[in-house]
């Protein structure tokens, strides 16, 4: 009996590139002949017409299902809905809808997961970028950081496809997990990982919507999800002005006991009251940061909301 493998599309209006996907997808069948495949496309809030689009195209094809989630909640969550949605299958990977990936290249990770049975995780090595500066030098400067403070065995260029198999996939079910990420999930569990590499192509339309307000997002999501640095940078920096404004208050006392004392300094005093108070409402947002992701955490609330599901077995 063939093993399984299902492959998640997450999409945000995206219709242009989903009305080829008909024929990537046959693409993907005749390259990779030796397992069963299914096709998940999850509707992260688009407001163009690439929902009908993917629910013709689940008439048309039996392996194809959709989820339509009831706004945009991010491409993480896109994945989450699909893993949460899932019952049977051996492996899981997914594959962006403006076709950047190389169709062989899943054939490569599973080429990989064949070659030893002790592997966990294939992570997809892409050795280029087709994308804008400015995106890139974030890419390192996130990568650096969450490396350095937070998931010390994260990638140095980073990660963007993956194939897990049932164990992962399993575990990744059995959490529940709000305002995270998956790639940081992935690498944080300590299952066995190997790595293929790729070449990315040139998106086939459109623009991303990887917009620098979500990269912002799942830079501090990053970080207060697996990282103690910014509550333990909190504590040196009280610890650090504590001190300065003791020893600065004993010397006052001191200058007024020995009446050497002169009113001076208005504007000194003025400059660290106002960097003073200013550090300290920096150190109220970021404690924010982890009180508002604790009452979050604790609501029984879903992450995301599904507004409809075609072709699955209810």
Not at 30 to 37: A, C, D, Q, Y
Not at 126 to 151: E, G, H, P, W
Not at 156 to 181: E, H, P, Y
Request: charged fraction near 20%; proline fraction near 2%.
């Amino acid at each position: 009996m063939k093993k399984k493998l299902i492959i998640v599309i997450p999409f945000l209006n995206e219709e242009d590139n989903l009305s080829l996907y008909k024929n990537r997808i046959e693409e993907t069948e005749r390259t990779i002949n030796n397992i069963n495949i299914e096709f998940l496309f999850v509707d992260d809030g688009s407001t163009d017409n690439s929902f009908e689009i993917v629910k013709n195209l689940s008439l048309e094809m039996n392996n194809v299902k959709v989820i339509k989630l009831s706004k945009n909640y991010g491409s993480h969550y896109a994945i989450f809905a699909a893993i949460d949605n899932l019952k049977e299958c051996d492996y899981f990977s997914f594959m962006s809808a403006d076709m950047q990936e190389p169709i062989h290249l899943y054939q490569d990770m599973l080429t990989k997961f064949n070659s030893d049975s002790n592997i966990d995780i294939v992570l997809a090595d892409r050795q280029n970028r087709n994308t804008d500066k400015l995106s890139i030098l974030f890419s390192k400067i996130y990568n650096s950081l969450v490396q350095k403070y937070a998931i010390s065995n994260f990638p140095t260029k980073g990660v963007d496809i993956f194939m897990l198999n049932v164990n992962v996939l399993k575990s990744l079910q059995n959490m529940n997990i709000k305002n995270t990420s998956i790639y940081g999930n992935i690498f944080n569990m300590g299952y066995t990982k190997e790595y293929v590499p790729y070449f990315q192509l040139s998106r086939n339309s459109g623009q991303s919507k990887w917009t620098f307000q979500k990269k912002v997002k799942m830079f501090i999501d990053t970080f207060v999800s697996f990282s103690v640095v910014p509550l333990r940078l909190i504590t040196i920096l009280g610890v650090i002005f504590s001190t300065i404004g003791f020893g600065y208050g004993l010397y006052i006392i001191l200058m007024s006991l020995f009446g050497n004392i002169v009113v001076e300094g208005w504007s000194t005093l003025v400059a660290l009251n106002t960097f003073g108070f200013g550090l300290l409402f920096l150190m109220l947002g970021i404690i924010s940061e982890y009180i508002w992701r604790i009452y979050d955490q604790i609501n029984p609330n879903k992450s995301y909301i599904i507004k409809e599901k075609i072709g699955f077995d209810e």
